[in-house]
């Protein structure tokens, strides 16, 4: 158990749609930070937000968006989905309160675009 | 996007024997962190490093952190079936926009016949 929170599970979605995922960090957590993974490939950073704004982005087109919450919980949106988007979508909860930082990971959200 | 080079790709080893992974880059990294994916669920944390020449064990689990900040190792001794699964290794740079930033490698697949 990471305490790290994810929902939906599984979802499928038709290309051109738009989608929405969600994540509870882990309790203290003040930093929330997206993946992408696809089939066979390790996680590619999306971005990262902390106090309730994007502070580190990833090699991701704009229609990747998300917010943070001031509980710390984050969603991500994906406007104008493609067929490429199909992925395990993975949130990271972590701290910047100095020292050595370790990074947790959610379960995933399963996105299936058709 | 970037991606560490993690090697070997796979492995197929017999119950007992001990297992070794590397990773190597061409960026320095402040961080070094394994983890361990087993199908459909998140990544989960094994092993952090955050000093270059760092030796740290977690159980069957060592790991240690080069001295050049560009490369680490896991080794897992005396390996049982339920350490089948694939090993990440990930690498965290330094800075506030980093914290939750994690570059990863391409995974090792690991079998263990019993």
């Known amino acids: 158990e990471t305490g790290v929170t994810q929902s939906p599970t599984h979802l499928i979605k038709t290309r051109g749609q738009q989608v929405t995922l969600r994540c509870s960090s882990q309790?203290?957590?003040?930093?929330v930070s997206w993946y992408q993974q696809a089939l066979g490939q390790g996680p590619q950073f999306i971005f990262q937000y902390y106090r309730e704004e994007e502070n580190g982005r990833g090699n991701f087109p704009p229609r990747f968006s998300g917010l943070q919450f001031p509980n710390y919980s984050s969603e991500l949106n994906v406007n104008a989905l493609e067929l490429d988007d199909s992925a395990l979508y993975l949130c990271a909860s972590s701290s910047q309160s100095g020292g050595g930082n370790t990074i947790y990971f959610g379960e995933g959200s399963w996105l299936t675009v058709v | 996007g970037q991606q560490l080079n993690q090697s070997p790709q796979s492995m197929f080893i017999q119950e007992g024997e001990d297992v070794s992974m590397n990773c190597t880059s061409s960026s320095i990294f402040n961080t070094w962190l394994w983890y361990k994916q087993d199908p459909g669920e998140g990544p989960v944390l094994l092993i952090a490093l955050y000093k270059a020449g760092e030796l740290t064990s977690n159980g069957r689990l060592t790991a240690q952190f080069g001295i050049t900040r560009k490369d680490s190792f896991l080794n897992i001794s005396a390996s049982i079936p339920s350490d089948v699964g694939i090993y990440f290794c990930a690498g965290q740079s330094a800075g506030g926009t980093s914290y939750g930033k994690l570059t990863f490698g391409q995974g090792t697949i690991l079998t263990v016949h019993p």
């Open positions: 309790s203290g957590h003040n930093t």
